[in-house]
């Protein structure tokens, strides 16, 4: 016990960081911002932290942004070679019917017409096309009931919470013509907390970044050249050319039905930062559902995520060392090892937190001898240890199970080999004398 106390008090080496910085009046989970709706959530993409919260646990109508879930897993199929992009579809009746129904955002489909799943998808994720969602579930599934068992299922997976899949368009299953998906029933909607919206979002876009080249369009033809061609208008307002155009904005989904009223899951990146927001019912002054106002407000979470906090960066040259950044190797043939990190650390925090960040280095004990120093022999490019950041708030994240931590793997720059046994001998002699006189 007392080797391994020995090992871990000296395996880490920490030094505060202090920052001559103005402060700065906002801080996490300090500012109330104006917004106005049943539940908001604004999430740091790269790694999950919660920046700004409102009732994100609340299980909530989400309407189209449901398709973000029908997104995933035809991505998924697509990934897994179980569906091609090229692969053609025969519309059934169903599909006819519901992709042709006056009043249901659509892009027409011909009975007994064969579309791909790349114009499916496409209808689907830039026009909102309940009847595209619709048919790239019975290419993947089947059927539209088997579909919604995988949606529910990927949700489980996936660490939600809070949610209800109960069709793959997000459609009220009573406006679905009686053909809502079987094992549901006709008065069930779709429903997801903001959380979980927020953490769809986040794999959406980590497991298939090349949703957003698609979700970024602002409109799109569909069957260019053909007797069915039409120009599909994106309903993101934030994107380019939008009434709402928001700078770096690029996704994801919005979302309206009387029951879940005006939702929004948006995304945008700035200089290599990228903010994650949902916004579920927004209301307007009156407290009525406001389409507009989902923008208006999903533009103050990520204003408040871009201008509010800022990227600081970590080295080993903001440790405590010597300048080449240098460990001991007491019992090697060269008792100093160089060490390296392949990049810097980046956070995200507020300029008052930047003021009492902390980092640490924690070397791998099985790297350790037995006085906590580095034991040879060392082979260049080998991992001995992580740098890690500690910050003076208590971060949330999406995830339950596993949040992440600000860390970065610290390697060996060059090999060392191990000092013969007459070597070290002789070292450990002269220590001795060293110490006695």
Do not use: C
Request: aromatic share 8%.
């Amino acid at each position: 016990m007392k080797k391994n106390a020995m090992k871990q008090s000296l395996s880490v080496l920490m030094i505060s960081f202090m920052a001559m910085t103005p402060f700065q009046q906002t801080a996490h989970g300090k500012t109330k911002l104006d917004i106005n709706a049943d539940a908001a959530i604004l999430v740091e993409a790269d790694t999950g932290k919660i920046v700004y919260k409102e009732h994100e646990d609340q299980l909530l109508g989400i309407a189209s942004m449901t398709k973000m879930m029908t997104e995933y897993l035809v991505l998924e199929a697509i990934q897994e070679g179980k569906v091609k992009w090229d692969q053609t579809y025969k519309v059934s009746d169903k599909v006819h019917q519901l992709a042709n129904a006056p009043g249901l955002s659509n892009v027409p489909l011909r009975a007994d017409e064969e579309y791909t799943v790349r114009e499916l998808y496409d209808a689907m994720v830039i026009k909102s096309g309940n009847g595209a969602a619709i048919a790239l579930s019975e290419v993947v599934a089947g059927s539209e009931g088997e579909f919604v068992k995988r949606m529910n299922a990927k949700a489980k997976e996936l660490g939600f919470e809070h949610y209800q899949f109960v069709n793959s368009s997000g459609l009220s299953n009573y406006d679905m013509l009686g053909m809502f998906p079987k094992g549901t029933d006709v008065n069930d909607e779709n429903m997801v907390s903001a959380e979980d919206m927020a953490t769809l979002a986040y794999y959406l876009i980590h497991d298939f970044p090349e949703v957003l080249e698609t979700s970024k369009l602002p409109s799109k033809v569909f069957r260019p050249g053909t007797n069915e061609e039409l120009l599909m208008k994106n309903t993101n307002g934030l994107l380019k050319d939008k009434t709402y155009f928001y700078k770096g904005a690029d996704g994801l989904k919005t979302g309206t039905t009387p029951f879940a009223g005006s939702t929004f899951t948006g995304t945008a990146e700035r200089d290599g930062v990228r903010y994650i927001s949902v916004i579920l019912d927004a209301k307007d002054e009156y407290g009525q559902p406001s389409s507009a106002e989902r923008f208006i407000q999903t533009t103050e979470l990520l204003d408040y995520g871009f201008n509010q906090f800022e990227t600081v960066k970590y080295t080993l040259n903001d440790i405590d060392m010597k300048k080449e950044h240098t460990l001991d190797v007491p019992d090697g043939k060269e008792q100093t090892v160089t060490i390296r990190i392949d990049k810097p650390l980046s956070i995200r925090v507020t300029k008052e937190e930047k003021e009492k960040v902390k980092a640490s280095v924690k070397l791998e004990e099985d790297k350790l001898n037995n006085d906590g120093t580095l034991q040879a022999p060392i082979q260049k490019g080998e991992k001995i240890g992580e740098m890690l950041i500690e910050t003076p708030e208590k971060n949330e994240y999406i995830f339950d199970k596993k949040q992440p931590s600000y860390k970065v793997d610290i390697y060996a720059a060059e090999s060392v080999e191990k000092a013969s046994w007459l070597v070290r001998s002789a070292r450990s002699i002269q220590g001795f004398f060293g110490d006695l006189f």
